[in-house]
């Protein structure tokens, strides 16, 4: 194992425990409008766009069982929306070549109304008493505004972390 595939395989899941940390203990207090960055989603989001499906899920799946283990809601919710979410964002990567001008914002707003969406289904098919009228307005659709921008800061972090990991192509 090369050492740029050391450091990714072991970095990767600290990274995402340690976003899952911050997110549940220093975000509530950096509210904007009663809502809190996804931290964990838009590294997910970028790591995918960066790698595409099978790491986006991966990737996904390690973020959202690191969320499971230090939130309260279901366990299993995060793990299996994140998943979605990282392959949904590694398939837009595929779809759209990466400096396009419009993927970043298409993908980051789209893997939050699916997060959103699935973890409401979810909720609800647990008996949580949700309504969608009740949470699009107030709460998706800022969201998707503040996870976009956030994502848009995150992206050259990631790409800078990809590219000093990324194994090495062999050519001429």
Not at 21 to 42: C, F, G, K, N
Not at 97 to 106: A, D, G, S, V, W
Request: charged share 10%; hydrophobic share 55%.
């Amino acid at each position: 194992m090369s050492k740029g595939t050391a450091i990714r395989v072991y970095l990767g899941p600290v990274l995402l425990l340690v976003l899952a940390l911050l997110q549940v203990t220093m975000m509530p207090r950096l509210t904007i409008a009663h809502l809190q960055p996804d931290l964990v989603l838009a590294t997910v989001v970028c790591w995918a766009l960066y790698n595409g499906p099978s790491h986006g899920a991966l990737s996904g799946f390690i973020g959202g069982l690191a969320l499971d283990m230090v939130s309260g809601g279901p366990f299993g919710m995060h793990t299996f929306v994140m998943s979605i979410v990282g392959a949904l964002a590694g398939f837009g990567a595929a779809l759209l070549p990466r400096e396009h001008f419009m993927l970043l914002p298409t993908v980051a707003v789209l893997c939050t109304l699916t997060q959103e969406g699935v973890s409401v289904w979810l909720l609800r098919a647990a008996g949580w008493p949700l309504q969608w009228g009740q949470i699009l307005l107030p709460v998706v659709i800022p969201a998707a505004i503040i996870n976009l921008f956030l994502t848009v800061l995150v992206y050259p972090l990631v790409g800078l972390l990809h590219r000093r990991t990324a194994p090495k192509e062999l050519g001429w």
